[in-house]
């Protein structure tokens, strides 16, 4: 009986550095993977951040605030274009974009 556990354990002890590769490569394996879903997540998570703060800028991009124009100074110039207004000596374009 003493004797085959010394042949297991020789056995064993053969295996042992096969087991070593073995583990080293599935380390490798495993931090690599581990290292490419993180970073997909990343990306992922800073595509989704860029694009909801983009969506953000182009939806208060389209609204349109009033603002005068100075070049203009008289009513007829001012009123060539129908989204002019003269109000109070000056000219108000009602279809500014806040972007531009």
Not at 13 to 33: A, E, T
Not at 49 to 67: E, V, W
Not at 76 to 81: F, L, R, V
Request: charge should be positive; proline fraction near 4%; aromatic fraction near 16%.
């Amino acid at each position: 009986m003493f004797s085959l556990d010394q042949k297991k354990s020789s056995k064993q002890s053969f295996q042992s550095p096969v087991n070593k590769v073995s583990w080293y490569y599935r380390n490798i394996v495993f931090v690599s993977v581990l290292f490419a879903v993180i970073s997909t997540c990343i990306y992922a998570i800073y595509s989704l951040k860029f694009t909801l703060i983009t969506s953000n800028l182009s939806r208060s991009s389209q609204s349109f605030h009033p603002t005068s124009i100075p070049w203009l100074t008289n009513k007829a110039d001012c009123e060539h274009n129908l989204s002019r207004v003269w109000r109070e000596g000056h000219c108000w374009d009602y279809e500014h974009n806040p972007s531009f």
